[in-house]
């Protein structure tokens, strides 16, 4: 079981960082673009911090003008690999991502899967995203709250620490915590609070010495209450 004032862990982050800037996150700095240039700025932000992600997604719109996906098939694999080196795991991703231009490029696939997934519910639309090449759980779950507006709870490593941090579950991973909040947490608050718990992990809740002496949430959480460290 777990406090019920953890329903309102938005109000108490709110209260401390306020409006979250949304330049420093790739996803909602892109999400008005078309939907392959908006997946592959996802799959930049895979391991690896938002802002190699920006910088990487910038040098490839640099070498191509527009991230279509007409454009990644007539660049040369080389050239996308030196625009995203800086997000690391290059060769591994520029391969994903002319597999998914190849995807993009036959004619309708656009339609039908934009069509698929607004007409579905949340947990099929996440199987139709997970068959996508570089396509994770992680991933989907982005894609599907900042894009399709569809109530989900994406987890990074900010919020997994943060989350485990809390000791209210017994498994920690991905699948148990994007449940948990998505259980206590009224879903019009997932996308304020999965960014907002990234703020936290960032600035107070960090993966070395959490600055429990001024955490706003300290006193529903058993990291800090029982002085027993959960990395
Ligand atoms: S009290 Fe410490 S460990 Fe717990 S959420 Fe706050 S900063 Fe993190």
Redesign the pocket.
């Known amino acids: 079981m777990y406090p019920i004032v953890l329903k309102r862990i938005g109000e108490y982050l709110e209260r401390v960082y306020g409006e979250i800037d949304l330049s420093e996150f790739i996803a909602p700095r892109i999400r008005k673009r078309e939907l392959f240039e908006f997946i592959v700025g996802v799959m930049l932000s895979q391991n690896t911090s938002d802002r190699n992600a920006i910088k990487a997604y910038e040098n490839l719109k640099k070498i191509l003008g527009d991230i279509t996906p007409e454009k990644i098939l007539s660049s040369n694999f080389d050239e996308i690999v030196e625009a995203i080196r800086v997000a690391g795991m290059y060769r591994q991703r520029a391969s994903r991502i002319i597999e998914l231009a190849r995807l993009f490029s036959k004619p309708g696939f656009v339609e039908k899967i934009v069509n698929n997934i607004t007409n579905s519910s949340v947990e099929e639309a996440r199987e139709i995203l997970l068959k996508l090449p570089g396509v994770g759980a992680k991933t989907a779950d982005v894609i599907l709250i900042m894009y399709f507006n569809k109530p989900t709870f994406p987890v990074d490593t900010h919020i997994t620490r ?1 989350t485990k ?2 000791g209210y579950l017994e498994r920690y991973d991905y699948e148990s915590i994007r449940r948990f909040w998505m259980k206590i947490l009224d879903p019009r608050d997932y996308l304020k609070v999965h960014l907002l718990l990234i703020a ?1 992990g960032r600035k ?2 960090k993966p070395r010495n ?3 002496s001024r ?1 706003v ?2 006193e529903f ?1 058993k ?2 209450l029982s002085g027993k460290p959960r990395r």
């Open positions: 943060i941090r809390l936290h107070t809740c959490p600055e429990c955490c949430i300290r959480c990291y800090y």
